[in-house]
T-cell receptor, first 116, second 111 residues
Framework: EPEVTQTPSHQVTQMGQEVILRCVPISNHLYFYWYRQILGQKVEFLVSFYNNEISEKSEIFDDQFSVERPDGSNFTLKIRSTKLEDSAMYFC??????????????FGSGTRLTVV | GIQVEQSPPDLILQEGANSTLRCNFSDSVNNLQWFHQNPWGQLINLFYIPSGTKQNGRLSATTVATERYSLLYISSSQTTDSGVYFCAVEYVSYNTDKLIFGTGTRLQVFP
């Protein structure tokens, strides 16, 4: 079964540093997403991306965040100046298109970001 | 926005017991998924179920979209079933779809 791949699995960074989280979505999917889960809480939507631009972003996705699809396979989330409260598990997801296929959304294994 | 609530919040079972997890949502949705988050934090897709009933081994799910709820059944539970179970509903807007997650049910299965 096709997978969404995320790297790194765990990243520790100092407050104020920039981090880039990487994802390789399923190859024939068109829609890409980032979600965040603070420890012990529910999974929250951050941003959706289609046709090389942001489709929708949540209130969490402020100016410190950006996303990019630099080539045909990678999808990245950048946090410019990390804060302690950015510590969370970040999930990348992809889907085949609007009004989904039978498989819905596929999530990666996540990147656990720890800001110290 | 859509509210997604799950019950119970916590569930403790002995191995071999059966359980039912519930997901209520506040508005019409396009689709619904159930996930199992394992102790390593990974989200494992269990079911993509807009309506009706699906079964996969010891797990089955039923969604009644007209009444805005879904149920996840776990039969003959095993210690490996432990973790957090999330339902997530697909919210459709004019230019994108996204998943809205529920609050989760934390399941602990003891031998």
């Amino acid at each position: 079964e096709p997978e969404v791949t995320q790297t790194p699995s765990h990243q520790v960074t100092q407050m104020g540093q920039e981090v880039i989280l990487r994802c390789v979505p399923i190859s024939n999917h068109l829609y890409f997403y980032w979600y965040r889960q603070i420890l012990g809480q529910k999974v929250e939507f951050l941003v959706s991306f289609y046709n090389n631009e942001i489709s929708e972003k949540s209130e969490i996705f402020d100016d410190q965040f950006s996303v990019e699809r630099p080539d045909g396979s990678n999808f990245t989330l950048k946090i410019r100046s990390t804060k302690l409260e950015d510590s969370a598990m970040y999930f990348c997801a992809s889907s085949g298109g609007l009004r989904r296929t039978n498989y819905g959304y596929t999530f990666g294994s996540g990147t656990r970001l720890t800001v110290v | 926005g859509i509210q997604v609530e799950q019950s119970p919040p916590d569930l403790i079972l002995q191995e071999g017991a059966n359980s039912t997890l519930r997901c209520n949502f506040s508005d019409s949705v396009n689709n619904l998924q159930w996930f199992h988050q394992n102790p390593w934090g990974q989200l494992i897709n269990l079911f993509y179920i807009p309506s009706g009933t699906k079964q996969n081994g010891r797990l089955s799910a039923t969604t009644v979209a007209t009444e805005r709820y879904s149920l996840l059944y776990i039969s003959s539970s095993q210690t490996t079933d432990s973790g957090v179970y999330f339902c997530a509903v697909e919210y459709v807007s004019y230019n994108t779809d996204k998943l809205i997650f529920g609050t989760g049910t934390r399941l602990q299965v003891f031998p």
